[in-house]
């Protein structure tokens, strides 16, 4: 055993994950607390090995034999997901014991190491740069430890760890807990950053900016400047086209005079792309000069970059310098070799000069190093074809077509990308779906002597994939990014197997198509090495080939031979000759040329995005300006010696060794003198207070006073300080058979008004996940021809229509943009237009339907219809080929969210709706959201959707998960499809899967999917006239069959299962960064005002919401005044909507921090007007209810006890 002096186990005490990116090891200066660290990470380790055996030899002994398994580890993904890394792996078993759990009894039991050594080991290993030991020691903690997401550093740490290894998926879920669970944390800036960075690479690109931006208003140190952050905000406008602001922004940062040279050089490369791809930013001519100046400086700020150069050169391609283009790319291929994309675009290039093979070869180094690249496979095909070799042509089409729709789908890792892409690709992917049609039908139709009798131009697609040129090009590249990605990623790289397997052979012909590959990876690794070691040229010999080869113009007789010599030896190397070579067959070469363009300009210009994401996280998180890693060191050291119980050390040691450490100057150390250390865990929770309903407010208040105010309070509605965050629940685990996957919807049949009023009508819809009220316009003589297009367009021809427009598919297949493959995402734009000009579109469009009908005659199936598509889970691939031929890409256009809430324009329709039984009114005392006391449109106000068949709405829940009312207006029908509220946590996870965001994003289930997860859906036709009872919670998406219109609103029946779900919500929301549009917390205090609660579930949640809002109010006050500020009564205006938080859009209730913003007052939460101001100078703080008038409402809400009656739920 090492040992420690005290001073030295103060600094190891302190040192934990928010040192990271602050504290430079590899400084000399730091040498010392290296050694240190080094030290006790061996120690740690030797303690943890220890244990291990002495618990091996105890259950040899037979003392101890501990009955526990490996604990159900709930995490176990995060365990898998980074599996690959053996190194890793092999670690943790050195420190593994396979036989702890996380009881504290086993603790007691077993010679066991203290959880927390792995913790510490993590962040030791962290700071050393060391991440899969440090993720390793991280997992374990978390498995072993029961409540981990109490230790804020650790979730802090691990989310650290996860992200540079890019599993954005988890490193997204411990920051977004982290921040949920103390939005105060030191480095919250540095967690809001990297949230910002994942959501932008994922395509979620409005919580990207709101996580942006609480990163930019962050005062506290940081280890990346305003400026970084303001560059990836201009970024983030930039791949969502927003052009002018990306560029204006880009532009505002390049005045800074503090903008770093890295800095420079990245904005003026995405300047200049943006000027050669984006036609708004000027005439053509100005375009493309700006392109190259701006890249030309890109370049000289920073030599070094392969991409900039490979811009640059594709940029002199796009006006035609060709030699200025092969140029910049070979000096491109020097700095950053391995790019698929230079190779690409240097094919290209070749295929304009028309030369055929040298185009060829440079594609296949594309396609060998990316084997996904389908802007060079498409330009390959359309090399073949364009020398008549159909086949070749034929195979890597259809290569392009599956590297589009794998990469849309299979890119957990990386996130969705699909979002840059989605519309650039769609037209080539059409394209390319013809092509390949063409090319199969001429294939299975031409006599086989036919298309061979030709002498080939080219060597085939099989043949040149091994050419050793590129193999040997490909090796060395893959070394290097095998090299490359272990550093960065720490994960296996995708082994270079055999070429991308050609279709399969269709038909009776006889194997019309190149043999089939059938040789497994292996096999064809050990052929590639045998030429590889035959084959290979040395080194010198290929730098001197490739100097002869650049040279070819200017050798003399021996150069040339040694030239032919080489070449032969590489058989038919890849000639860097900017000679034009041999001519070859020149008829079709501008529709080629074209056609290339289309392809890789459009594609490439999408990888470039990607690529420069990478590069800008890896620029970011490594940069860190000397001063701010001073100030932040001692900021954080400050407050650490306070945190850990070192109180009993003299301190003094402590921040002297900081000191030396970190070699702070006094200056800066003054300025955080009189900051207050942030305490980021309770140590002493047994003395702090309790709190419970039982308590009155005056009991409240004084236990309030006994909470500490140097920490900020954390307002949670009914979570309970470190209760786990919230987190989509599991899947119910009861099996299921196929036909309760299947379930009948609950339905009911309306014969008369009675029936439509009883009390059992409303039963029954509270009873169901979902159900359908079939005949209720009927029954109560509803006037729906009120809510007729015809009727609407007489009213108010002018009002407002959001139009989604949409791919026409049937209702239960989605299919993505190359039509090759079953998703989830599911495209919908937005625009807007009237109801006069949708009525238009909505009567154009039935009857051209009709004329469509005409034509083919009664044998046109009714692709729409309920029976044709009821069975369609397993239709055979020949009939989906047939509807969606029939079907092609029709786009349809989807009138949503027309807002009916005006009371004067809507008099008739509005008041129609009073016929309604009182628990589906709109509005009803009985119903919560008529106690919002403002209006939330199209949630207490009516909605209308005007539909065209085929009109989605994607799966969602409703906001807050309301309950919600939808008629069918007619004339057609509508289809539902319903999974219960307990089935949430199961989409949750498939959408996850599928990389798209389950509340910010469009999505339609895949079938098939769900029943593999075990979870069940209704399915039903709502006619017109029938009422859609959707109860809280209940995930569903629905598509018009027909023509027609439907009204929708949600209602809150008063019971215990709404309230609570819409907590839940309300939690999970603000988790996600989602905004919450029912205030719950104002909602319960008007429910508490309002309404007498008997139901005892009910009122035992509203009385919690109340304890919490209200001792958080008090606590808050509290603080404020600590801090020196004086909190002014404000009041409220009748009818004020509630209040959320400019910057991050919480609910804020009560305790308003106001700032003025470009002279607009706006309201800030706490922890936003922290972030901005850390001593809340220059911020007013206002209150809307007296303290008084909280607590007499809080003491006056009680159980409301009925004599006799029995409480209904
Ligand atoms: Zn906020």
């Not at 406008?237 to 204006?248: F, G, I, L, R, T």
């Not at 301190?651 to 002297?656: A, D, E, R, Y």
């Not at 949409?806 to 919908?828: F, G, H, L, M, Y």
């Amino acid at each position: 055993m090492i040992q420690y002096s005290l001073e030295d186990l103060q600094t190891i005490l302190q040192l934990d994950s928010r040192y990271y990116g602050f504290l430079d090891l590899s400084d000399p200066k730091n040498s010392e607390l290296k050694e240190l660290i080094q030290r006790t990470i061996t120690a740690l380790q030797d303690e943890v090995a220890h244990s291990y055996s002495m618990n091996i030899i105890k259950q040899h002994d037979g003392k101890l034999v501990p009955t526990k398994s490996d604990q159900p580890i709930s995490d176990g993904e995060h365990i898998k997901e980074n599996s690959c890394n053996t190194q890793y792996q092999s670690k943790d078993f050195k420190w593994g014991m396979s036989n702890e759990t996380s009881s504290n009894k086993s603790v007691a039991e077993i010679d066991e190491v203290d959880v927390n050594t792995y913790c510490k080991l993590g962040h030791l290993h962290l700071l050393m740069y060391e991440h899969s030991e440090a993720l390793s020691a991280y997992q374990k903690y978390m498995r072993l430890c029961e409540k981990y997401w109490e230790d804020h550093a650790f979730l802090y740490g691990i989310g650290i760890v996860y992200f540079e290894f890019r599993c954005f998926k988890w490193s997204i879920k411990s920051l977004q807990e982290l921040l949920y669970l103390n939005p105060h944390f030191t480095c919250a800036n540095e967690a809001h950053l990297r949230l910002g960075l994942m959501l932008k690479a994922n395509g979620e690109f409005r919580t990207a900016l709101k996580h942006l931006q609480l990163a930019l208003i962050d005062t506290s140190p940081s280890t990346f400047t305003d400026l970084q952050v303001k560059f990836q905000i201009a970024h983030l406008y930039e791949v969502q086209n927003k052009h002018k602001a990306a560029k204006e922004s880009y532009e505002f940062i390049l005045n800074n005079k503090n903008v770093s040279l890295d800095l420079k050089a990245d904005i003026y490369r995405q300047l200049g792309w943006m000027y050669h791809c984006v036609e708004c930013l000027g005439e053509k001519k100005e375009r493309e000069s700006n392109a190259l100046l701006f890249l030309q400086k890109s370049i000289e700020a920073d030599p070094k970059c392969g991409q900039s150069l490979y811009l640059l050169g594709r940029c002199y391609a796009g006006v035609n310098k060709v030699h200025d283009a092969f140029l910049a790319y070979r000096n491109s291929v020097e700095k950053s070799e391995g790019n698929a994309d230079t190779w690409c675009s240097i094919g290209v290039l070749y295929q304009q000069q028309n030369q055929p093979t040298d185009a060829l070869q440079a594609y296949i180094c594309a396609v060998q190093l990316d084997k996904e690249h389908r802007s060079a496979w498409t330009n390959l095909g359309i090399l073949y074809e364009s020398c008549g070799q159909l086949r070749d042509a034929y195979a890597c089409y259809s290569n392009a077509i599956k590297r589009i729709s794998n990469k849309k789908i299979g890119n957990g890792q990386e996130g969705n990308k699909a979002v840059f892409s989605k519309s650039s690709t769609n037209g080539l992917t059409k394209g390319l779906a013809q092509r390949v049609k063409f090319l199969e039908s001429q294939l299975s139709q031409a006599p086989l002597p036919s298309i061979t009798s030709k002498r080939r131009q080219l060597c085939s697609i099989e043949e040149a994939w091994n050419l050793p040129i590129s193999l040997e090009i490909n090796s060395r590249q893959q070394q290097q990014s095998v090299q490359m990605q272990q550093r960065q990623f720490g994960k296996n790289p995708s082994v270079q197997g055999p070429p991308p397997p050609y279709p399969h052979s269709h038909g009776s012909q006889s194997n019309p198509l190149p043999a089939k590959r059938s040789k497994d990876d292996g096999e064809y690794s050990v052929k590639n090495r045998t030429d590889h070691t035959t084959q290979n040229l040395s080194q010198q010999q290929m730098n001197t080939l490739q100097f002869l080869q650049q040279n070819q113009k200017n050798l003399n007789e021996q150069q040339d031979k040694l030239l032919h010599q080489l070449s032969a030896q590489n058989r038919q190397a890849l000639k860097n000759s900017s000679s034009p070579g041999p001519t070859s067959s020149t008829s079709t070469s501008e529709t080629i040329s074209d056609r290339t363009n289309f392809g890789s300009e459009i594609i490439s210009s999408d990888n470039i995005k990607e690529d420069t994401d990478a590069n800008d996280l890896a620029r970011i998180v490594s940069t860190v300006t000397d001063q701010k890693l001073k100030i932040r060191c001692q900021n954080i050291s400050t407050k650490l010696s306070e945190d850990q119980g070192l109180n009993n050390y003299d301190g003094t040691n402590v921040s002297i060794k900081y000191e030396s450490l970190t070699n702070c100057n006094d200056d800066t150390q003054n300025n955080f003198k009189d900051q207050k250390p942030k305490v980021e865990y309770d140590n002493d929770q047994e003395s702090l207070p309790t709190f419970n309903i039982q308590m009155d407010s005056k009991q409240l208040l004084s236990a309030v006073k006994l909470l500490p105010v140097d920490e900020p309070p954390i307002n949670f509605t009914i979570t309970a300080k470190n209760a786990p965050p919230p987190a989509p629940p599991d899947c119910p685990p009861q099996r299921l058979t196929r036909e309760q996957l299947l379930p009948p919807t609950p339905s009911v049949h309306l014969e008369n008004k009675k029936n439509a009023f009883s009390p059992q009508l409303q039963e029954f819809c509270l009873k169901h996940p979902i159900a359908v009220v079939r005949g209720l316009a009927g029954a109560l003589k509803l006037d729906l021809g009120l809510f007729s297009t015809k009727t609407l367009v007489e009213a108010n021809p002018d009002h407002s229509v959001e139009v989604r427009t949409q791919v026409n598919q049937s209702p239960d297949e989605n299919w993505d943009v190359s039509q090759a493959k079953r998703v989830w995402a599911c495209i919908s734009h937005r625009s807007h237009t009237t109801i006069a000009k949708y009525a238009q579109y909505q009567a154009s469009s039935f009857q051209d339907s009709l004329k469509d009908e005409g034509d083919k005659g009664s044998a046109g199936s009714q692709v729409m219809s309920d029976s044709d598509s009821k069975d369609s889970v397993s239709n055979s691939n020949i009939n989906l080929k047939r509807k969606r031929q029939k079907n092609g890409s029709k786009m349809l256009r989807f009138g949503t969210n027309v807002d009916l809430s005006d009371e004067r324009k809507w008099k008739p329709q509005l008041s129609e709706l009073q016929k309604l039984p009182a628990f589906a009114r709109v509005i009803s005392a009985a119903n919560m959201l008529s106690h919002v006391g403002h209006v939330i449109l199209g949630m207490n106000t009516v909605q209308l959707y005007m539909k065209v068949p085929g009109s989605r709405t994607p799966g969602h829940q409703e906001n807050n998960n309301f309950c919600s009312i939808n008629i069918n207006i007619g004339p057609g029908d509508c289809e539902w499809f319903a999974v219960p509220d307990a089935y949430w946590g199961g989409i949750h996870n498939l959408c996850e899967k599928n990389s798209i965001s389950y509340l910010h994003g469009s999505w339609w289930p895949v079938l098939e999917d769900l029943y593999k997860e075990n979870i069940p859906v209704y399915r039903f036709i709502q006619k017109p006239g029938d009422l859609v009872w959707v109860n809280a919670g209940c995930v569903h998406w629905v598509q018009s069959v027909g023509w027609c219109n439907n009204i929708a609103w949600n209602v809150g029946p008063l019971t215990a299962r709404q309230y609570s779900l819409a907590i839940e919500r309300y939690e999970w929301n603000k988790l996600q960064s989602f905004k919450s549009i029912v205030p719950m917390i104002h909602l319960s205090w008007n429910l508490a005002r309002n309404i007498k609660v008997s139901d005892v579930k009910l009122f035992e949640l509203i009385k919690m919401c109340l304890l919490q809002s209200l001792k958080n109010v008090f606590h808050l006050q509290e603080y404020v005044k600590s801090k020196g500020v004086e909190v002014r009564f404000n009041g409220r205006g009748k009818n004020e909507a509630s209040h959320y938080c400019g910057q991050c859009e919480v609910e804020v209730f009560n305790v308003l921090f106001i700032r003025e913003q470009e002279k607009r007052h706006v309201v800030h939460c706490l922890p936003c007007a922290l972030k901005l101001s850390p001593s809340l100078q220059g911020i007013v703080c206002l209150e809307e209810y007296r303290l008084s008038e909280l607590q007499q409402v809080y003491d006056s809400f009680t159980l409301y006890r009925t004599q006799g009656l029995g409480q209904a739920h």
